[in-house]
């Protein structure tokens, strides 16, 4: 299909130029930043909500998903969800069965489901999944869920794209709890812990919500609520001796607690939601809680600042981009770079030296 019938085939939100116009995006095919130029007006016209949601393998991340389709497919909402799975590159596809079955399953007509092959993503795997979420946004879709398997920087990186952030974590990993402890998902707005049917997820939830309250400098807040008399003991309050317990002060080693800390109002303070994905349990309160981050977000200014923010790093991209492209194809940089190679090699140039002559050389405007 040429790209003037996919560009027109999506204005008429024909869902064959979709899937076109998906694959020439995520293979950075020729053309793809027309589709996404021609595509820019609609993006966040439409009142697209973005979520991701991330987690161990197995957390039960496509069983929520499903459960939340229902429950937006109920209001009326159309949705899209990508799965993205960095993990397959290693596992050499063995999910795809999964995915295979997954896009089967989707018959319905509000909603799409793609998964995404994340092999060799050039731009980048987090911004090749934004972009496809672009196409998925400029096409109308009500929400957006983007579904990737893993704790790792990269996962979140993905997961990130997204305006709310739903981390699932089970009683059984200990890989979610440890990622966390070493801060790297301190960043979810929403934190779920699946499968709370088995033993161990009152713990894993207090956990969680005590590592988070440590990183407020607010630990123990579920023991002791703001609004809650304290007990004394001592002269101190109950927080301050547990506390103290801990071996930590929460003034900033001053040793003195200056009372409850309540967190501004324009912070986002994570809720640690118990769900039973597979029974259905707990989704009202995750639909709950997705609304109220999204009216936060909304609310502070923060939707528009992060949409701003994202529109210069993309635009900061795409001409990054093409000046590297620029410079080595259409500049005698790369020529340059081919004589002096011996002289790096031998150790007579650093290529520091070398790469300032090329510098300067494009400056100068020396074009092939
Ligand atoms: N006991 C119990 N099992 C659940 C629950 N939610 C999901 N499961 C089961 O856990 C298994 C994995 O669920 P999935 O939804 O495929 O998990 P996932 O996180 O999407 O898995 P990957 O995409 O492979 O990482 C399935 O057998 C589900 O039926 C739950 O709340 N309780
Ligand atoms: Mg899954």
Redesign the pocket.
């Known amino acids: 299909m040429r790209l003037e019938a996919i560009l027109e085939g999506l204005d008429r939100r024909d869902l064959t130029s979709l899937a076109r116009a998906i694959s020439v995006v995520e293979n950075q095919r020729d053309g793809f930043d027309r589709v996404l130029s021609h595509l820019h007006v609609r993006i966040g016209r439409g009142g697209a909500r973005r979520l991701g949601i991330t ?1 161990p ?8 998903t499903a459960q939340l389709i229902q429950r937006f497919r109920a209001q009326g909402l159309t949705l899209a969800v990508i799965a993205v799975d960095p993990t397959s590159l290693f596992t050499g596809g063995a ?1 795809l069965g ?1 995915r295979i079955r997954m896009e089967a399953a989707s018959t319905d007509p509000g909603v799409y489901i793609r998964s995404m092959a994340t092999r060799g993503s050039l731009g980048g795997l987090a911004t090749t999944t934004e972009e496809v979420a672009d196409v998925l946004d400029a096409f109308g879709f009500d929400r957006i869920i983007i ?1 990737t ?1 893993g704790v790792g920087q990269t996962e979140l990186d993905i997961a990130r794209t997204a305006e709310t952030t739903v981390l ?1 974590l089970v009683p059984e990993s200990g890989d979610g709890i440890q990622t966390l402890k070493a801060g790297v998902m301190e960043i979810a707005d929403v934190y779920v812990v ?5 033993p161990g997820a009152d713990k894993l939830r207090q956990e969680v919500e005590v590592m988070l309250g440590i990183r407020r400098g607010n630990a123990f807040r579920h023991i002791a609520p703001h609004h809650a008399p304290r007990p004394r003991l001592d002269g101190r309050t109950l927080k301050d001796s547990l506390t103290v317990a801990v071996g930590r002060t929460d003034r900033g080693g001053t040793g003195q607690s200056a009372g409850p800390t309540v967190p501004p109002a324009d912070e986002w303070e994570a809720p640690v939601l118990a ?5 259905s349990e707990g989704i009202e309160a995750l639909v709950t809680a997705l609304d109220a981050h999204h009216t936060y977000l909304g609310r502070t200014g923060k939707l528009e600042e992060r949409r701003r923010r994202r529109l210069a790093e993309r635009t900061r991209a795409v001409v990054n981009r093409a000046v590297r492209q620029w410079v080595w194809d259409e500049t005698r940089a790369e020529e340059l770079l081919t004589q002096r190679l011996d002289e790096v090699s031998s150790g007579n140039r650093s290529p520091y030296e070398v790469a300032a002559e090329i510098l300067d050389q494009v400056k100068t405007g020396a074009t092939r």
């Open positions: 987690g393998p197995g957390a039960g991340k496509s069983t929520l999910l999964d579904e398997v699932v699946n499968k709370s049917d088995r769900t039973v994905a597979a029974k």
